[in-house]
């Protein structure tokens, strides 16, 4: 074999060295795409999850109801209409446009509907009862002192299909007779955590 023979024989090995390292790099950039892809893909449908899951899990007790904006003067107009099992019925208001808040506690009057919803802004929650019936109002005051006034407005309201009523914002939870445990449960869901300033409530 002469040396010109020779000299081709190793330039051949060594394209081929440099093609088998071009090959191998190539086949793991390729892996490492397909990685990038794949934790790409599993991120993609745990955030899917999540929403979705998020978009089925609503209140735990109560209906939500459609929010209206936040605005403090005139018109006070409310959203008061729901309708359960293809029943209409008549609600308290749980958003909206309002004027000074109304004082804590358990107030044994009459509630002013656009006073009330500024509470519920800051993360109130409201307890409304049917006038006239002095064991339900004694029930409603031992159930707000029992869990602490803070953040609570409860007070007497005849515009509703129900005896009682607990609302958050864009909650409410009707009540065709006092449920002592039913109203505590959503005060402790919901008390402080809803509002678009519910941070200034400290429940």
Same mark, same amino acid.
């Given at each position: 074999? @002469? ?7 190793? +330039? ?5 060295? *440099? ?12 892996? +490492? ?15 899917? &999850? ?13 209906? &939500?109801?459609?929010?209206? !904006? ?26 909206? +446009? ?11 009057? $009459? ?12 993360? +109130? ?5 049917? $006038?006239?019936?002095? @064991? ?9 002192? @029992? ?10 309201? &005849? ?14 939870? !009707?009540?065709?007779?006092? @449920? ?7 005060? *402790? ?6 509002? !678009? ?7």
């Amino acid at each position: 074999m @002469d040396q010109r023979q020779r000299r081709r024989e190793g +330039s051949q090995r060594a394209q081929a060295a *440099r093609t088998a390292r071009l090959e191998g790099r190539r086949k793991r950039e390729r892996r +490492s795409r397909l990685y990038v892809i794949g934790g790409l893909l599993a991120a993609v449908v745990v955030v899917a &999850a999540a929403i979705v899951l998020l978009r089925d899990t609503g209140p735990t007790v109560g209906f &939500a109801v459609r929010e209206l !904006p936040a605005r403090h003067g005139p018109p006070y107009f409310y959203d008061t209409s729901l309708t359960i099992d293809d029943v209409p019925a008549e609600i308290p208001p749980t958003s909206g +446009s309002h004027t000074d808040a109304s004082p804590e506690g358990f107030l044994g009057r $009459p509630l002013i509907a656009e006073s009330v919803v500024h509470n519920m802004e800051h993360g +109130s929650v409201v307890i409304w009862y049917q $006038p006239g019936d002095p @064991d339900l109002a004694g029930d409603v005051n031992q159930l707000v002192r @029992d869990l602490g006034q803070t953040c609570i407005v409860a007070g007497s309201f &005849a515009q509703m299909s129900f005896e009682v009523a607990a609302t958050a914002w864009g909650l409410v939870l !009707p009540l065709a007779q006092f @449920d002592r445990e039913a109203l505590a449960e959503f005060i *402790r869901e919901h008390r402080a955590k809803r509002g !678009p300033e519910a941070g200034l409530c400290r429940g």
